[in-house]
């Protein structure tokens, strides 16, 4: 490799090449500087809401009610990821709403069908961006824009401008509708699953931290017993069972799909190769990446992503109505810029797009607890993004 494809190599290898990050050093303190942020204004809003801010019920439910948009944030940075701005998803997910609700209810589709058609028309809407794109060579923010419009005005003529439902028509399965109830908890051993799961993230991600000199030589070991111990912690001072009795279907289904989608990005090829050419297409080409499947491959995650978030849509409301995840796109563009500063420096991660996600949906309903108009949630939402980048900027300026 030449010098020049050495310097132009992308921005996720140099970072997977660099050293393990010291337990007290100053990139660490900057990476976890927002998240300390937002823990501590939860922390003012356990004493400044009446019944408290850290109590499972209503926490859950606020998640449980935002799928559709950490869905849709999920599929945003999948996009970015591999350097495609896919402004089409909320489109996706108003037409394969109405799908999924109108295929069933007025066309008297078999569900099973329904869903498979929803999701194909998630893959088909990937692969005309791509085509657009890649192939075409446009503009992805023009491209994506538009396909989005057109998604959205196919809902229309479909619907005819209307709300539609199963109410005059073949209703929607009972366990469908049960599914996006938050009534509808998830099943012991899926709740035992997750927290295995969790477990092992936590376990992975200490795996990147330099110990000290002095626990360095069974590092392997202390870093199960720390994963351990703030378990025990977690689970008895935080009563980590109520939190993960109060998790719906619906939730375990998101939080499912983030940890596949984490393992597709971070632990194989192709999620490393769709990374090294959102990083830099030049040298991923360089490097034998195939930067136009890549692309390709990219716009049918968002795609199918875009599609599961409209499927949720129809879940939780049980009809679909006109431009119904309209509002959803900057939410959700939000979530995956807000992960770029969530254990992270610049860098667009699966994990902190779900935790940045709920972090601001938890700081809006709080707002609204306390008696904030919910009108006010996107300004919320902006100011929030805007100050927590800004002042983790600052930090970074001031330790170069």
């Not at 408290?52 to 606020?62: E, K, Q, S």
């Not at 023009?142 to 539609?164: K, N, R």
Request: proline letters at 4%.
């Amino acid at each position: 490799m030449t010098q020049e494809t050495h310097e132009r190599a992308p921005t996720g290898s140099r970072a997977r090449v660099a050293a393990k990050v010291s337990v007290w050093s100053h990139d660490l303190v900057i990476k976890s500087a927002t998240v300390t942020g937002f823990v501590a204004i939860f922390i003012v809003m356990q004493f400044w809401l009446s019944r408290g801010f850290f109590v499972a019920a209503p926490r859950m439910l606020n998640i449980h009610q935002n799928v559709p948009v950490l869905l849709l944030a999920t599929a945003a940075v999948v996009g970015l990821l591999a350097g495609a701005f896919d402004l089409s998803i909320s489109g996706t997910a108003t037409l394969t709403a109405f799908l999924a609700v109108g295929l069933t209810a007025q066309q008297g589709l078999p569900f099973p069908l329904v869903l498979v058609i929803v999701l194909g028309v998630g893959v088909a809407a990937g692969l005309v961006n791509g085509l657009i794109v890649s192939t075409l060579n446009v503009n992805v923010i023009i491209a994506t824009l538009g396909t989005g419009s057109i998604m959205v005005g196919i809902s229309a003529v479909y619907s005819g401008g209307a709300v539609v439902t199963s109410a005059s028509g073949t209703p929607l399965p009972g366990w469908f509708l049960d599914f996006g109830r938050f009534t509808t908890k998830l099943p012991l051993p899926l709740q035992l699953v997750l927290v295995a799961a969790a477990l092992c993230w936590a376990f992975v991600a200490l795996g990147r931290v330099r110990p000290p000199a002095a626990l360095a030589p069974a590092w392997p070991v202390w870093r199960a017993v720390l994963v351990l111990v703030l378990g025990a912690v977690v689970y008895f001072v935080f009563d980590l069972q109520g939190w993960i009795k109060a998790i719906s279907a619906l939730v375990g289904l998101y939080l499912v799909v983030v940890f596949l989608i984490w393992v597709l990005m971070e632990r194989t090829v192709h999620g490393r190769s769709m990374k090294a050419t959102g990083a830099n297409p030049l040298a991923a080409r360089l490097a034998g990446v195939r930067t136009g499947k890549e692309t390709y491959r990219a716009f049918i995650g968002t795609g199918v992503l875009a599609s599961l978030a409209g499927i949720a849509l129809a879940a939780n409301q049980g009809a679909a109505s006109p431009d119904v995840a309209g509002g959803f796109l900057l939410p959700a563009f939000a979530a995956a810029f807000l992960s770029t500063v969530i254990f992270s420096r610049g860098l667009f991660t699966v994990t902190g797009t779900a935790i940045g996600g709920i972090f601001i949906i938890w700081v809006a309903q709080g707002l609204i607890e306390a008696g904030l108009k919910f009108t006010w949630t996107g300004i919320v939402n902006g100011a929030v993004l805007i100050v927590a980048v800004s002042l983790s900027t600052l930090l970074q300026r001031r330790n170069r």
